[in-house]
């Protein structure tokens, strides 16, 4: 079962890189530029076939996928070339990639949205079944001594007389008031194990704080009617990625600030495909959900103006707009190696932290 995850896990996040490479692919067609190879995987080459003007390749690192386009590197002067093609065309062609990230994100929203529902918020009035979440933890805290951390689903209150089960917000706040300066037990859900953390809530908590320290929030997975679930899968898609650029503007602003940041860890590829392999084991719509997720955040991540990245290429082309004329290609590709390499650095790094973690 679990090299059955594996397989999942690895094939869901190359999907999202080959639909990431095929965007830049098709859009390139339609333009008119000619794309010399689509390749799975990275050299060396291990199987290849040609269809019309490109080169389909089967290669043996299986760590992604590439296009090889016409006069992408090169100052080319014709018509098919790349570096030919008006700044406007070039830019669609740059964007192409990331906007098929959140096309993904799109589309399994929309699914979720009418098959199983999206986990939405909702007040206690809600009849519906629903889940009690963390979503932020007060720095001093009675819920940060006691180990509390956000994305933690609090289950129920264990007491002397059993195990009460909590589903309300309002239950744990009246819980906390009631029970101030005695300890208390937690029923926890972090990821797929159950735990018990105990804490002792404060008589008089700072202002805007309540006694455990705790934000919480009342989920419900809310199903939509098939023909809304569209416009339901675009309205997420637009907030998630709203919410990551404010997420990380908070991030830095609580670092200059030297601020402690609760629950936050920096993970590349091995972390992602361990938490990726949680959510799978929760359910394929929480799978689905986390792959969307992912595709969402690797859309953001693309769209950074750094060299070497889809956002740094698209910066490159603004200036180009700005000048009237084409940023040094040699200047370009120097700088572009540079952050390249340092990227490389960065994900091994990255790597090697969620290995030891993990293991």
Not at 118 to 124: C, G, I, K, N, T
Not at 258 to 280: F, R, Y
Not at 333 to 343: A, Y
Request: proline residues 5%; contains cysteine.
């Amino acid at each position: 079962m679990i090299l059955i995850n594996l397989v999942i896990v690895f094939f869901s996040l190359m999907s999202l890189l080959i639909l990431h490479e095929w965007g830049h692919f098709i859009v390139a067609k339609k333009l008119g530029v000619r794309v010399e190879e689509f390749g799975l995987g990275y050299p060396p080459r291990l199987i290849s076939r040609k269809w019309g003007e490109t080169v389909y390749s089967l290669n043996l690192l299986p760590f992604g996928a590439f296009v090889r386009i016409f006069g992408e590197d090169e100052k080319i002067e014709e018509n098919r070339s790349f570096s030919a093609k008006p700044v406007w065309q070039r830019m669609l062609i740059v964007l192409g990639g990331v906007i098929s990230f959140w096309l993904a994100a799109f589309i399994i929203f929309s699914l979720l949205s009418g098959i199983w529902g999206l986990p939405s918020f909702v007040s206690d009035d809600f009849a519906g079944e629903a889940a009690i979440q963390i979503i932020d933890v007060m720095p001093g805290s009675p819920a940060e001594k006691g180990g509390l951390l956000p994305g933690d689903f609090i289950l129920g209150f264990k007491s002397e007389r059993g195990m009460l089960a909590i589903d309300q917000i309002g239950q744990i706040q009246d819980l906390a008031k009631t029970n101030a300066g005695k300890e208390i037990s937690l029923l926890i859900k972090r990821g797929k194990d159950i735990i018990e953390k105990k804490l002792i809530p404060r008589f008089s908590p700072p202002s805007g704080e309540g006694p455990l320290g705790l934000a919480l929030v009342r989920v419900a997975k809310i199903k939509t009617k098939w023909y809304q679930a569209p416009l339901k899968g675009a309205e997420i898609t637009v907030k998630k990625t709203i919410q990551i650029p404010l997420f990380l503007a908070d991030i830095f602003s609580k670092i200059f600030k030297k601020e402690k940041i609760s629950g936050l860890q920096i993970m590349g590829p091995v972390g992602m495909g361990a938490l990726m392999g949680d959510a799978l084991k929760a359910g394929v719509d929480n799978f689905l959900l986390f792959l969307a997720m992912i595709s969402i955040w690797m859309a953001c991540f693309n769209m950074l103006p750094v060299p070497a990245l889809d956002g740094g290429r698209f910066f490159f082309l603004i200036i180009e707009a700005i000048r009237g004329k084409p940023f040094p290609v040699k200047l370009e590709q120097r700088i572009t190696t540079f952050f390249f390499l340092l990227l490389v650095f960065l994900m091994a790094f990255v790597t090697f932290k969620d290995i030891t973690h993990l293991f």
